[in-house]
C-alpha cells in the first residue's frame, strides 16, 4: 500500500541540525511532489517547503528560507528535511506529506498521504 | 497568526450537525484556490477528509462534507459520531505580491458533548 515512514525521534542541542527522512513506498516516487509541514505541541499546521522527487528542485517558505534544505535519493525512494541553527522554537512535529496529482505541483493538490510524523527536541 | 481563520473550537451532542468555517482572503481562497480539510485525531498525524472543496476521498463517510463561497470555506459534519472529536484544518494555497505559499488554518478542536 502507499506509506510514507519516517526516521525516528531526534534531541538536539540549539545550534546543532537535524536532519529527518521520509521513505516512500507503493507509488512512483518521482511521480509525486514532496512537501514538509510541522506542527510545535499544541499548536497548528506550519508548511515549510516542497520538493520534487524527480528533479530534485525545491521552493521553501520565506520563514526557513536559509536553514532548511530537502533533498532526496531517488534509489532508496527517500526525501530528506535538514534544519540547521536549531532553536527551543523549533520543538515539533515533523510531516512529509504527499501533494495529489501525478506529476504536478498544482497549488489546488490535497495533500493525500502523510508520514507518521517524527518528534524532534531542541533542548539544552 | 494563520493566514486562513478557523474558530478555536466547536462542540455538539452525538448525532447533531456542527459546522467549522475556514475564512481567507482574495489572496487565497477569494482568488479561487482550492480548500482541503484534514483531520488529526490525538497522536496521530493528519489524514485527508475533503479534497477540491466539496470531495470525499474514498473511505470517509458522507456524514463529512464541504463547501466554499466568495473568501471562506465550511466542513459541515451530520450526525455527530464520539470518533468524529478530533482537530479540524482547512488549507489552501496563497499566492501575493510576498510570495506563494501552501497554508492552513490555525485548527479546530471538535468535542462530542
Known amino acids: 500500500q502507499v506509506q510514507l515512514v519516517q526516521s525516528g525521534a531526534e534531541v538536539k542541542k540549539p545550534g546543532a541540525s537535524v536532519k529527518v527522512s521520509c521513505k516512500a513506498s507503493g507509488y512512483t516516487f518521482t511521480s509525486y511532489y514532496m512537501h514538509w509541514v510541522r506542527q510545535a505541541p499544541g499548536q497548528g499546521l506550519e508548511w515549510m517547503g516542497i520538493?520534487?522527487?524527480?528533479?530534485?528542485?525545491?521552493s521553501y517558505a520565506q520563514k526557513f528560507q536559509g536553514r532548511v534544505t530537502m533533498t532526496r535519493d531517488t534509489s532508496t525512494s527517500t526525501v530528506y528535511m535538514e534544519l540547521s541553527s536549531l532553536r527551543s522554537e523549533d520543538t515539533a512535529v515533523y510531516y512529509c506529506?504527499?501533494?495529489?496529482?501525478?506529476?504536478?505541483?498544482?497549488?489546488?493538490?490535497?495533500?493525500?498521504?502523510w508520514g507518521q510524523g517524527t518528534m524532534v527536541t531542541v533542548s539544552s | 497568526q494563520s493566514v486562513l481563520t478557523q474558530p478555536p473550537s466547536v462542540s455538539g451532542a452525538p448525532g447533531q450537525r456542527v459546522t467549522i468555517s475556514c475564512t481567507g482572503s482574495?489572496?487565497?481562497?477569494?482568488?479561487?484556490?482550492?480548500v482541503h480539510w484534514y483531520q488529526q485525531l490525538p497522536g496521530t498525524a493528519p489524514k485527508l477528509l475533503i479534497y477540491?472543496?466539496?470531495n470525499r476521498p474514498s473511505g470517509v463517510p458522507d456524514r463529512f462534507s464541504g463547501s466554499k463561497s466568495g473568501t471562506s470555506a465550511s466542513l459541515a459534519i451530520t450526525g455527530l459520531q464520539a470518533e468524529d472529536e478530533a482537530d479540524y484544518y482547512c488549507?489552501?494555497?496563497?499566492?501575493?505580491?510576498?510570495?506563494?505559499?501552501?497554508?492552513f488554518g490555525g485548527g479546530t478542536k471538535l468535542t462530542v458533548l
Open positions: 482574495s489572496s487565497n481562497i477569494g482568488a479561487g484556490y482550492d
Open positions: 506529506a504527499r501533494l495529489s496529482g501525478r506529476g504536478s505541483s498544482s497549488p489546488d493538490a490535497a495533500f493525500d498521504i
Open positions: 488549507q489552501s494555497y496563497d499566492s501575493s505580491l510576498s510570495g506563494s505559499d501552501w497554508v
Open positions: 477540491g472543496n466539496s
Open positions: 520538493i520534487n522527487p524527480s528533479g530534485g528542485s525545491t
